[in-house]
């Protein structure tokens, strides 16, 4: 099996691998953690606000998306956004929306149900002296949550934070069903095309591997130097 | 400037923790309120700029009704400094910066008015030295000054202090009572939850002894410590004033 491993495959194909696959990858990342911890804070605050509709509401909306395979929400959006797109503008044709805005989407809506989970610890590891004392000052409901309950939440809860982008990471691969290319598809393809299934393969496993992890042994890092701070 | 009348709470249906509770803080007045734990005194006062919801009575501050769900709370509350037990200074932000988040969102002041104000309250509580440094930096006593430093600049038309000293280790208590008796001199209307009976000696006007949810007592200082009309306001004072 390894008599004939060539890393000249490898080297080839690096910048195709990392121009056009990584940097996909890293940047459906990004914007989907930014994007799922906005909205997984919306949701958390939701479910603490006290009103008990809106709690159900983002309640169920986590139950539901924590209960689904990620490749089938995937696969789901891809061939239904289309359609409601159709629908809310009274189009004649299904509206295209691409693969990446697609799977954008579909990892915001789906990641937002783990950090919505995440930030609700978060921000009930806060004491409740310390929107009492905001609150005693003037602040209202909204300024208290942004300026001292979030901040506070969003910093205790940092480590984790991150732990769960590393599995991101790691679950964007599955965009591969969607035939996109990015880091996984990008090697994918190559392996296909060169007949190199194990070079290509092994090397993405790699890659995925260290990336993976020097991001967790930063994070370990970080909560040795956050456990001094406080 | 407080008016608190027939106020009664409910934990749940079977379990009372205010009575029919009825006093009242005069504008320059400072109101010490005791009591033995669990007699609703700090609940009382959590009431107050309505921290805490009550079912029955009515609680007003300089005219306005804190349970009248038309009451902008915020505002009302931005003119009522607060200091608790445990400090609740905000961990993230430096000792400046705590003085200043209120001031600037809640007043609109702008940074630098906020910056001059805080500054010259933090030399005040004799912190000026220790305003770019978080709040877990400093010994419970500083935390505490600053906590009363921050109620300050606002403005308050009157402070609550809720046992501000009871988290405190002794040696640093003096130092946070030295700050509030300077401000009950300087005529500050005060209503203050705390066993430090020397405070109450020293600058209260009226006492009120609290004890199972009810205002037992409520008299003038002279009066309290002289002869409590209650038995049991008796006994608590032999109880805190024998050692």
Redesign the interface.
């Known amino acids: 099996m390894f008599s004939n491993f060539d890393f000249n495959v490898i080297i080839r194909a690096l910048p195709y691998l990392f121009y056009e696959g990584m940097s996909f990858t890293i940047l459906l990342t990004a914007l989907s953690a930014l994007g799922g911890l906005v909205f997984g804070t919306a949701l958390a605050l939701m479910r603490l606000s006290g009103y008990k509709i809106l709690g159900r509401i983002a309640g169920l909306y986590v139950d539901f998306m924590r209960s689904l395979p990620l490749v089938l929400v995937i696969f789901w959006f891809y061939f239904l956004v289309p359609y409601i797109g159709q629908w809310l503008t009274g189009a004649s044709r299904p509206i295209s929306v691409g693969a990446f805005a697609s799977s954008l989407v579909t990892f915001i809506m789906f990641e937002a149900a783990y950090f919505s989970e995440i930030m609700r610890a978060g921000i009930q590891s806060i004491s409740r002296g310390q929107p009492a004392a905001a609150s005693a000052l003037g602040l209202t409901y909204a300024q208290t949550m942004r300026y001292v309950v979030l901040p506070q939440a969003f910093r205790n809860m940092l480590p984790v934070l991150i732990t769960q982008t590393i599995v991101l990471f790691q679950d964007t691969s599955l965009v591969y069903v969607l035939s996109i290319t990015d880091f996984l598809g990008a090697a994918s393809k190559v392996a296909q095309r060169d007949g190199r299934l194990v070079e290509m393969y092994l090397f993405a496993a790699v890659v995925y591997f260290t990336i993976s992890c020097i991001a967790s042994y930063g994070v370990r890092r970080l909560q040795s130097r956050i456990a001094i701070l406080r | 400037m407080i008016e608190i009348s027939h106020v009664d709470k409910w934990y749940s249906p079977t379990f009372q923790v205010l009575t029919d509770c009825t006093t009242s803080v005069a504008k320059g007045e400072v109101v010490v309120v005791c009591g033995p734990s669990g007699s609703g005194k700090s609940t009382l006062i959590?009431c107050v700029?309505a921290?805490e919801p009550f079912q029955k009575g009515d609680i007003s501050i300089d005219g306005i009704k804190v349970n009248d769900p038309k009451t902008d709370?915020?505002?009302l509350?931005?003119?009522?400094?607060?200091v608790?037990q445990?400090f609740?200074?905000?961990?993230?932000l430096k000792i400046i910066d705590n003085l200043c988040?209120?001031q600037e969102?809640?007043?609109g002041r702008a940074h630098d008015k906020a910056m001059t104000k805080g500054m010259a309250l933090l030399d005040r509580v004799g912190l000026k030295e220790h305003a770019k440094k978080?709040p877990?930096q400093l010994s419970g006593g500083q935390q505490q000054r600053v906590a009363i430093a921050?109620?300050l600049a606002?403005d308050p038309i009157a402070m609550l202090f809720d046992e501000p000293t009871s988290a405190l280790d002794p040696e640093m208590i003096s130092e946070v009572l030295d700050v509030m008796v300077d401000l009950a001199r300087e005529g500050m209307t005060m209503m203050v939850v705390t066993h430090e009976m020397g405070f109450a000696r020293k600058v209260a006007n009226r006492v009120i002894f609290m004890d199972r949810g009810e205002i037992v007592e409520d008299a003038l200082k002279d009066d309290f410590f002289g002869k409590p009309r209650s038995d049991r306001a008796q006994k608590f004072l032999s109880k805190i004033l024998s050692h």
């Open positions: 959590k700029n921290l709370l915020p505002k509350r931005s003119r009522v400094g607060m608790f445990h609740e200074l905000f961990p993230h988040l209120a969102k809640v007043l978080f877990a921050r109620a606002m």
